[in-house]
Each structure stands twice: as C-alpha cells, then as structure tokens.
C-alpha cells in the first residue's frame, strides 16, 4: 500500500546572536553595571569609578561578553553624564532610563544590581526609548548657566529680606533717610553708607545694611553676566532658519 504522503515541514531557522545590552546605576563615585542577553538572561555585574579609566574599564568589560550596541543609563543629565559621553564615543546607542517607583522597588527588592539589571531589561523590552541627553551641545551649556542663574537670584532674595528687616529695627535718622526709595535705589544709598567699626546697635545696623547691599549687588552683577552668557550660547548655536525661535523656547524648556 502506498503511503500518504508527509506534509512538508517549514524551514526552521537557527538565530544566532552575541549582541549582549548593558544597563547602568549610576552614582557619585561608582557606577553599577549589569551585561544581559538579547533573551534577557543576566550575564555579569560589575562596579566601576567614576573615573575616566574607570568609564574605559566599563566599556571593555561589558565588549568582554558580546557585541555592544545598546545600553540604558539612569541619570543621563547628572550623575551619568560622563559615562554617557564616553559610551557615545564608543559607538554605543545609549537610551536614557528612568529609576523604579519606590512599588515596584519593593516588589522586588532593591540593590544597586538589580536596578542596573532592570535598566538593561527596560532597553530589551522596549520600555525605555528616550533618547540620552547628549551633556555636551548648546542645550547643556544653557543648563547650566541657567542652573547658576538660578542660585544666584535665589541668593539674592535671600539677601535683600534681611537687609529690609535690619533696616526696619535701624536707628530711626537712618531709617527715615532710606525710606521710601525703591529697592534698586535703596540698594545703592547702602552699599554706600559711610561706617566704621561697629560699637553699638546703630553703628552695627549701617554696617550690616552696606554688607548685604554689597553682596546683593555683587549677586545683580553675576545674573547680568549669565544673562549675557545665555543670549550668547543661544545666538551661537541658534539654527538660522524660521525654526529658530523653536529650537531656543525647547533648548529652554529642556534646561
């Protein structure tokens, strides 16, 4: 009897891969690192310094175990900034992730090498898709000017409320001939205020006035030079074409 015949079999293919996905928990002086397959299979982990031997030692250690072509980073803008730009000079595809809520930290525990585990992982599966900030373009440079801006109007106001609270308990002929003045003009007429060496409440008071009236102006003259280092680092690398104006309101918004 003839036998029937067999369905054809589909043609099974064999994919073969040593890419391997690095994941990063980054911190001040050690970075945690964690290598896993493209099956999502933890390989190895390993701490390094935030040195720039200790980012080279990273990079050949993790090209140890396969092809290297992506990697997530916690923290891209601050503490993983320089491995960021290390890990873009070697060629890597560098994905910025976003820490654990504190539920599924719990969940499943909490050490350095599970979060870097679970950055790898974020990568793998698609979950992380943000690209790294660069920490080297004009976005950075603004950042960061805008970051020492910021501190220094902060220190400002902190100075200009005590200097108004001295000046309401001053001696009252010191206190009349600076009243009513705007604070722009208030913060001269004390930075001039002719003192001594203070030997009573009076005296103390005039001296106070122009020490933080100094300061504050000193403070005035470091926000004007960020200010003129802001327009400068946008009119260097604003793009000259109409989406000029877009590129300087994102450029701000990101930093």
């Known amino acids: 009897m003839p036998s029937l015949p067999q369905p054809a079999q589909p043609h099974q293919h064999t994919i073969t891969t040593d890419e391997v996905v690095l994941g990063v928990d980054t911190h001040k002086d ?7 397959t493209t099956m999502g299979a933890a390989v190895a982990s390993r701490s390094f310094p935030t040195t720039v031997a200790g980012y080279h030692q990273l990079v050949a250690w993790a090209r140890t175990f396969g092809t290297l072509r992506r990697a997530g980073v916690e923290c891209t803008g601050s503490y993983g900034a320089a491995l960021t730009r290390q890990l873009r000079a070697a060629g890597v595809n560098l994905i910025e ?3 654990p809520d504190k539920a599924t930290r719990r969940r499943r525990g909490k050490t350095d090498t599970i979060d870097a585990q679970a950055a790898a992982q974020a990568v793998l599966s ?13 976005v950075a440079m603004l950042r960061m000017f805008k970051l020492a801006k910021g501190s220094a109007i902060k220190s400002r106001t902190q100075a200009i409320n005590p200097l108004k609270a001295v000046l309401v308990a001053a001696d009252p002929a010191l206190r009349d001939s600076l009243s009513g003045l705007s604070t722009p003009i208030l ?5 001039q205020l002719p003192v001594g060496a203070p030997n009573d409440a009076a005296s103390a008071a005039a001296w106070t006035l122009r020490l933080l009236a100094r300061r ?3 403070l005035t003259d470091e926000v004007t030079d960020l200010n003129q280092q802001i327009t400068h680092a946008v009119n260097l690398h604003t793009p000259s074409c109409s989406s000029g104006q877009a590129w300087v309101q994102t450029a701000q918004r990101r930093c």
């Open 187 to 191: 913060i001269r007429q004390c930075a």
């Open 216 to 218: 504050i102006r000193q």
């Open 30 to 36: 050690l970075h945690v690192a964690a290598v896993i």
């Open 126 to 138: 698609g979950r992380a898709t943000a690209t790294a900030k660069t920490g080297d373009g004009p």
């Open 97 to 99: 992730v976003n820490q």
